[in-house]
């Protein structure tokens, strides 16, 4: 959309009331050419041209006029107030194109004017006072409707910047839902370390618990990351539980080099691989694989999340709150083009899927 600056819109004023006087006196010569063969172009336009200029120079004034009353009252009780205002811009003006009228036919006897110069003036007022009147009415009505547009275009855009704030307040809710799970669980496992005396484990686990929540610190204002960043995090987060699991959990890591920098929602697989592993390695006693890749097909990025774990029935499947939550946010950040799939099997693990397009911009 061309936006036009404020010296542009008045610039087109003086042009559009040009061609509207030029038009009308060329409408008014050709009637007359048809009576009087030897009229000319020139001595209508010259006649008709000053009172769509002046209305010209009048325009941003009473633009500016109506809008003032406008904004204050009600529509019947603002044309009250402009009607004196109408009426003496009305008067002023036929006593200004008259003079002017009267001056240019002393140097151009077009026609001859038969009395004095104020019987003239008193003539003009008489015979012609509805003409102006007419065109502040048109002037006001136009400034009206510019200003109910712009009104209404200015609510529509606070609708949307409200709903815009509205839509990153829920979202930034949705994501510090995700991160007391994590917190309550790491707290929970150096609690049980250092009761246990394995001091190292323990500092271990302080050590990645720090570089993670400086990462949230980092990131707090912001909903997107890289893949990149978003698999080194859930790398340290792995290190994290492993610590806590010991030989049980093994885990990989593995994506295309170039889908390293596609931009994907912040902490978007944390809740994910944390859900794999509550589930997946409750009463479990042998080892348990965990496999995180990413990849492209068709028109999606592909971010998988896959265990070797118990599994579970999807008659009954039952998706935790981060699961849930994950949800909420790709509907919120994607608008419906993004969608996560669940399949399982019972005794033979599960695959969590994310599918978010390729064309989405952030």
């Known amino acids: 959309m061309i ?21 009308y006196a060329f409408q008014i010569y050709l009637y007359n050419k048809q009576l009087d063969s030897d009229c000319e172009p020139f001595s209508f336009i010259a006649y008709y041209l000053p009172e769509y200029l002046l209305w010209a120079f009048y325009t941003p004034f009473v633009l500016k006029l109506s809008n003032h009353f406008l904004v204050k009252g009600n529509k019947w009780g603002t044309l009250l107030k402009l009607l004196p205002f109408g009426i003496l811009l009305s008067l002023a003006h036929l006593f200004l194109l008259a003079t002017i009228r009267w001056v240019f036919y002393g140097w151009y006897a077009y026609q001859q004017i038969s009395g004095t110069y104020s019987d003239y003036v008193l003539t003009e007022v008489a015979t012609h006072y509805f003409i102006p ?19 209404h275009q200015q609510a529509h ?23 007391p799970h994590f917190l309550f669980n790491a707290l929970n496992t150096i609690s049980m370390l250092v009761r246990q005396g394995e001091k190292k484990n323990a500092v271990t686990m302080i050590s990645g618990l720090g570089g993670l929540l400086r990462y ?3 990131n707090k204002e912001t909903q997107w990351s890289i893949l990149e960043r978003e698999l080194e995090i859930i790398g340290k987060y ?20 170039d889908l390293k920098g596609i931009p994907v929602p912040d902490l978007i697989l944390q809740p994910l691989v944390e859900n794999a592993i509550k589930h997946g390695l409750k009463d479990r006693k042998e080892a348990w694989n965990l496999i995180i890749n990413a990849y ?10 896959r265990d070797n774990g118990k599994g579970f029935d999807p008659q009954g499947m039952d998706f935790g709150n981060g699961l849930k ?21 019972l005794g033979q693990g599960t695959t969590v899927s994310l599918k978010l397009p390729k064309t989405f911009k952030t």
């Open 3 to 23: 936006r036009l600056s404020k010296k542009q819109k008045y610039l087109w004023i003086p042009i559009i009331w040009m061609i509207m006087g030029v038009t």
């Open 133 to 151: 009147l007419l065109f502040f009415a048109l002037v006001v009505a136009i400034g009206y409707m510019v200003q109910y547009y712009h009104v």
């Open 157 to 179: 855009l606070n609708a949307v910047e409200l709903e815009k704030r509205l839509a990153e307040a829920q979202l930034e809710n949705l994501k510090n839902q995700l991160q």
């Open 216 to 218: 949230g610190l980092e």
């Open 238 to 257: 792995l290190s994290i539980e492993s610590v806590r699991f010991g030989e049980k959990l093994h885990y990989q890591i593995s994506t295309a080099e």
């Open 296 to 305: 492209g097909i068709d028109d999606y990025y592909v971010l998988e999340v």
């Open 325 to 345: 939550i994950t949800e909420q946010r790709l509907l919120k950040l994607y608008g419906g083009r993004a969608r996560m799939e669940v399949e399982s099997s």
